[in-house]
């Protein structure tokens, strides 16, 4: 009885404590944007009345720059039209320091729809039989009149509610747009329906708060008093609970770059929220969650398509971003210019003098994190990276000049092999879509088929599938010491020949591999001797004859077929 109380009392207090706005009266317009960090846009609406300018939010959000006309709560308002809204009026500073007023409208007071404040619930009904059920109800916060929630001609008996692909929260206050119809069940007693176009979450203020992530907490949000842990941020004195898209967090956005335990700051729209015993706590619906310590995550860079900040619509383009695979999912972090804004159309960047070029190359970035929500409530990453490594390492490596499949594209390139089979793709033809028979280095000329040692940097390359792949770029060869290696006595002969070639051994032979000087594959045989007669009379030119041993060791030759 005391928890009733106690709840009755927080439901009057807010219905006559809670509600101090402003009343705006003005002509919409367009008037030039203030200059924000992501500001996209030359203009924004804005309600000119007698006392200024006021640049328009509605329920916290923007609106949409790029529609003709101010849309406020399903209301559709030309520019030229005068109209009377009420709302907050908010003190607000530009990127540049320049002072400007906003009028965050809570309501449309020349709105055909019914605005109506009050806390959602559910309450059981005599519906439409004598059976009771439980349906999605609200009590208007300035009265004890209750309405139940209707949505498409529907009664809305589900738990939860979904308005607008948004879970509607028990105990939280909404404003709640539509239209009040009265129903009559069929014992004949009438009831109030609200038939429901939008529910928007009200009274939240826009903070800004250190703290660490946690989920040590618990909430009885749900009968009979079951506890349940969501995550939260933890400033040393309170617990704000995080929302995203109206919903409580189980586990955060992305727990490859937010964990719990990590130190942040976060910005968004404090609301006080209400358990099943009517007691109080706050929650964040997150607007921008920035790590305090930097962090380096390992990917590519390349396009990744453009987030709807302050847009609403999407808009042709894609921004650079830092593609990272974890665990089988693509997450792209955007890259931030240093004067702001994004990367867009650039091939590459530049970071403390080291040049990142819109490759398929892996590199390690390090950077300070942070998630923005768009226009649509969806996050996004957004880094400023601060330090590069390309996850290079020099090494000589003993290898054979061939050709292979491309794995970036259809066709054919150019790379080495070792003896143990290892592929190593050159650089400076992996994105190429032919692929010649020779490379010249250090004034070398090394063909298809030769042998050499190659010396120069190691990195890791994905494909478009996520798999990795090593490259080389060669900076020098040496063919001295790779005839010291490895090898046995072994004849080929005729050569040059008329396409009839024997093969002689003094080891036993597993598999002859014959490849024509395009590096496509004309002949392929096991075998199990040291003698062998290879048929090559419908090749022309010269061939590569690859040799594998039956104690896996390999050779390659060349032969010239007349």
Request: aromatic share 14%.
């Given at each position: ?476 060869v040496e063919f001295d010491g790779v005839d010291e290696s490895y090898s046995t006595e072994i004849q080929i002969f005729p050569n040059p020949s008329n396409g009839i070639i024997e093969i002689v051994s003094e080891q036993p032979i597993k598999q002859i591999t014959v490849y024509d000087n395009m590096g496509q594959t004309i002949h392929n045989k096991l075998c199990c001797s040291q003698n ?31």
């Amino acid at each position: 009885m005391k928890k009733t109380f106690t709840l009755l009392i927080i439901l009057l207090v807010a219905a006559f404590n809670g509600f101090a706005q402003d009343t705006i009266t003005g002509v919409v317009n367009r008037i030039a944007a203030p200059y924000f960090e992501q500001n996209v846009c030359n203009d924004r609406f804005a309600i000119v009345s007698e006392n200024g300018t006021y640049y328009v939010m509605v329920d916290n959000y923007w609106p949409n720059p790029y529609l003709e006309d101010l849309v406020i709560h399903y209301d559709t308002i030309a520019i030229g039209n005068e109209i009377s809204v009420i709302g907050n009026v908010l003190e607000m500073e530009d990127g540049n320091g320049d002072a400007f007023q906003t009028i965050d409208i809570s309501k449309n007071l020349n709105s055909n729809h019914q605005q109506i404040f009050g806390f959602f619930s559910y309450r059981n009904i005599s519906f439409p039989g004598p059976d009771t059920i439980s349906a999605a109800y609200f009590c208007n916060c300035y009265g004890t009149v209750g309405y139940y929630i209707c949505c498409n001609g529907e009664l809305q008996i589900d738990n939860p509610c979904i308005i607008s692909g948004r879970a509607l929260i028990t105990n939280k206050r909404y404003l709640f747009i539509g239209n009040n119809e009265v129903w009559t069940n069929s014992n004949g007693n009438s009831f109030n329906v609200f038939n429901l176009v939008d529910a928007l979450p009200y009274d939240v203020a826009d903070v800004s708060i250190d703290g660490a992530l946690t989920s040590e907490n618990d909430l009885c949000l749900t009968w009979p008093c079951n506890e349940a842990s969501y995550l939260s941020l933890y400033n040393g004195e309170d617990f704000y609970y995080l929302t995203n898209k109206r919903e409580f967090q189980d586990n955060y956005i992305n727990d490859s770059l937010f964990l719990e335990g990590d130190s942040v700051v976060a910005s968004g729209f404090e609301s006080t929220h209400y358990d099943l015993f009517g007691a109080n706590f706050k929650t964040m619906e997150i607007v921008k969650l920035q790590s305090k310590e930097e962090k380096t995550l390992i990917g590519l860079v390349n396009g990744w398509g453009m987030p709807y900040t302050n847009l609403g619509i999407p808009i042709p383009g894609a921004y650079l971003a830092l593609i990272n695979g974890n665990n089988g999912y693509y997450d792209g972090y955007y890259i931030m210019k240093p004067n702001g804004g994004f990367y867009s159309d650039e091939d590459f960047y530049i970071v403390n003098n080291d040049t990142i070029h819109v490759t398929d190359q892996q590199i390690s970035a390090t950077f300070i994190p942070s998630i923005f929500i768009d226009n649509w409530i969806d996050p996004y990453y957004r880094i400023s990276i601060t330090n590069v490594d390309f996850n290079e390492h020099i090494e000589t490596i003993r290898c054979t000049l061939a050709i292979v499949g491309n794995p970036l594209y259809f066709g054919n390139t150019l790379a080495v092999t070792t003896q143990d089979n290892d592929i190593y793709y050159l650089k400076p033809y992996i994105y190429a879509h032919t692929a010649p028979n020779h490379i010249t280095i250090d004034n070398k000329t090394i063909y298809v088929g030769d042998e050499f040692f190659a010396t120069g940097p190691i990195s890791t390359w994905y494909d478009s599938n996520w798999g990795l792949h090593q490259v080389i770029d060669i900076s020098s060869v040496e063919f001295d010491g790779v005839d010291e290696s490895y090898s046995t006595e072994i004849q080929i002969f005729p050569n040059p020949s008329n396409g009839i070639i024997e093969i002689v051994s003094e080891q036993p032979i597993k598999q002859i591999t014959v490849y024509d000087n395009m590096g496509q594959t004309i002949h392929n045989k096991l075998c199990c001797s040291q003698n062998e007669i290879v048929d090559l009379s419908n090749c022309k030119g010269l061939c590569l004859i690859h040799i594998v041993y039956q104690d896996d060791n390999q050779t390659t030759i060349k032969e010239i077929i007349r």
